[in-house]
């Protein structure tokens, strides 16, 4: 599964990350570039047309973010690369890919 930078704008996360790794095969892997924030989005930018056109208003934290893929049930959750983090609005925010894999499955399964 792969994405670019289109996570960030769903008001449910979670429940984007639960779907993906519920349609990913065992084993299978998702790799996705996103933008997270350094502290948390200020309410008066969350439904502003330019920080949504930015794709930063729905940003959340990138501790937030990791803690949402292990709940999910990813592991070997790895950066790719990061961006240092930027200006926008009252905030910084940092653009990164990140990858984790789906747990293999026990025993004999087929893919």
Known sequence: ????????HSYDKVAVWNEIYRIL??????????????????DEFRNDPVAVAECWAGAVTREEYLLQLEKAGFEKIKIIEESEPYAKGKIKVSSWTVTGKKPGCKGSCRN
Do not use: L
Not at 25 to 42: H, L, Q
């Open 1 to 8: 599964m792969i994405s670019n930078c289109t996570i960030n």
């Open 25 to 42: 095969k065992a084993g299978g892997r998702f790799v996705v570039s996103d933008i997270y924030s350094t502290e948390k989005v200020p």
